[in-house]
């Protein structure tokens, strides 16, 4: 990796300039640079910089074998292995353009990475790899704390090409600009490398089993329904690690303190208690950092939300008819966060928060700091807040939660439907999309935090997959999940069906051996659990086996 090129473009005095060298009037870069790690740290000289623009150019020969893997933006993005004469994702389609300026596209990328829809040109953050048998190449950026770090593949013109997010960020003195290692070996040695260069402590937390209230009622829960179904687990033949509450217990998101007296009228703690008297942690669905349009937080401190740069709140996403969010560099609204953490883990005694929409904390780029500084300091005060309680991360840029949380979803919400009713963004609900994220991402399990490839659902009522598409997805979570979740009420199970959940809860997790498209939509996984070597073939896009 010692062989590369840079291209700065930055703004001194008023005037704009795109430089090549490593040094200039204006700053002196000092480089560390061998095979595997290149850091670019630059020095200004008694000026500042901004409108800032970092490219390193690294050739990389590719070979008509290979697979290429770029790790999405956050959570939900979908991104898989892929050959390196496919076709980028299209985002300016005449289609899709309209995502850029709406609150649908504000959980990606849209607003700030200019999509290239060239066959083998792809884009994602933090790591990336290239694959060819067993032999597999990997880059990643050791912090994202100077700007997230943009990996473009570049197949036909065999180069790497790694870019440093830097929109509203100004330089006056030292910076650094780019740190990038490469490792080569087999897909384990690469990622424990990686982890161990980065001195990121293996997780604490173990393997576990649980339930959610969300993909069968969604926002539709009262106390009724949960005691109904809590009751319903409480007498599987497994050991159940979690029951969580979704969204709908609160009047409106921001206002986690304010419960739906109607929905919950003996309260959170009371559900708490419920749980716990079943011998399962309490899990409870937070947004910490989102506001509703209409939520009080909203209105009565308009002064806690994040704000553009003519002062009006950023929309952050359409969900709940659209939200704000709140900005944990004002005082008040860190003091607010604080509190109700608080309340929800040591009044109300939940064991476990999961905390969703966490993109929102770099929504924008602000205080002179870079989307992945605020993302990265957000994820440090999240942990703060929390404390030793346990975290599921989601709707969050991976590499900032990386030793931050306990567990993390690391795809899409999965859908009720195989078929996605919309297939317009990367982050939206799609079964398939989260499955090539439970596979793909398979290096974090374990090193990062604990893999939540969301649910597996076998119900029959409420469901529009087959049963085959429900036992292929409980079969992938088996196989690369670290947290298996169902959201079925289980006394409406067959005896077929409750043989199935037991078998992914009492079941060993079985050690994927291999995964590969073998063509551009069949997937084959080989596998190997207590009878053998196991393969599995279908088709992501239909979820036909083969």
Not at 187 to 202: A, L, N, S
Request: aromatic share 14%.
């Amino acid at each position: 990796m010692e062989k590369f090129k840079i291209s700065f473009e930055y703004s001194a005095n008023g005037v704009n300039y795109e430089s090549h060298q490593f040094e200039t009037d204006h700053y002196s870069m000092f480089t560390v640079a061998n095979k595997d790690h290149i850091k670019i740290t630059v020095n200004t000289k008694g000026v500042s910089l901004d409108k800032l623009k970092f490219k390193m150019t690294v050739p990389f020969n590719f070979d008509t074998n290979d697979r290429v893997f770029l790790n999405g933006y956050q959570s939900w993005t979908d991104c898989r292995e892929y050959f390196i004469d496919e076709k980028g994702v299209n985002m300016t389609s005449p289609r899709l353009a309209p995502l850029l300026f709406t609150p649908l596209g504000a959980s990606g990328d849209y607003n700030f990475k200019k999509y290239d829809s060239r066959k083998g040109v792809f884009h994602g953050y933090s790591y990336a790899y290239v694959r060819n048998g067993e032999t597999v190449n990997l880059f990643g950026s050791l912090s994202e704390r100077f700007g997230y770090t943009i990996i473009n593949t570049v197949c036909p013109e065999n180069k790497i090409v790694f870019e440093k997010e830097l929109e509203g960020v100004a330089i006056h003195g030292e910076y650094i600009l780019m740190d990038i290692v490469h490792f080569k070996g087999t897909m384990d040695e690469v990622f424990d490398k990686y982890f161990e260069v980065m001195q990121i402590e293996k997780p604490k937390a173990k393997r576990a089993n649980g339930y959610t209230t969300w993909y069968n009622y969604y926002a539709n829960i009262n106390e009724n329904i949960v005691i109904t179904d809590l009751e319903a687990l409480s007498k599987v033949d497994a050991e159940i690690d979690f029951f969580q509450i979704d969204d709908g217990f609160q009047t409106a998101v921001g206002d986690w303190l304010h419960i739906d007296s109607k929905k919950f009228p003996n309260g959170m703690k009371y559900i708490a208690d419920r749980i716990h008297e079943k011998g399962m942690k309490a899990g409870l669905w937070l947004a910490p950092l989102g506001a509703q349009y209409h939520s009080k937080v909203a209105k009565e401190h308009p002064e806690w939300l994040i704000k553009d740069k003519f002062g009006k709140p950023v929309k952050c996403g359409f969900n709940w008819n659209g939200f704000y969010a709140l900005d944990i560099q004002n005082s008040g609204a860190r003091e607010y966060i604080q509190h109700f953490f608080d309340v929800v883990l040591n009044e109300w005694g939940y064991d476990m928060v999961k905390l969703d929409f966490l993109y929102a904390a770099a929504i924008v780029p602000g205080y002179n700091k870079s989307r992945g500084q605020l993302m990265c300091e957000a994820m440090d005060f999240i942990r703060e807040c929390v404390g030793d309680k346990l975290i599921l991360g989601c709707g969050v840029p991976l590499a900032p939660a990386f030793g931050k949380v306990d567990y993390c979803r690391i795809g899409a919400d999965m859908g009720l439907e195989w078929i996605p009713k919309l297939d317009i963004q990367r982050e939206g609900v799609s079964t398939r999309a989260t499955l090539g994220n439970t596979v793909f991402r398979r290096g974090l399990d374990g090193r990062a935090f604990l893999n939540d490839p969301d649910v597996f659902l076998l119900r029959d009522d409420n469901m529009k997959m087959t049963p085959e598409q429900r036992k292929t997805v409980a079969l992938i979570n088996r196989i690369f999940g670290s947290l298996l979740f169902t959201s079925d009420n289980v006394d409406d199970y067959d005896g077929e069906k409750m043989q199935t959940l037991l078998q992914v809860f009492n079941g060993k997790k079985p050690e994927p051996i291999s995964a590969e498209f073998v063509t551009n939509d069949l997937l084959e996984i080989v596998y190997m659990d207590e009878n053998g070597n196991q393969r599995l073939c279908f088709n992501i896009k239909t979820g036909e086996i083969y």
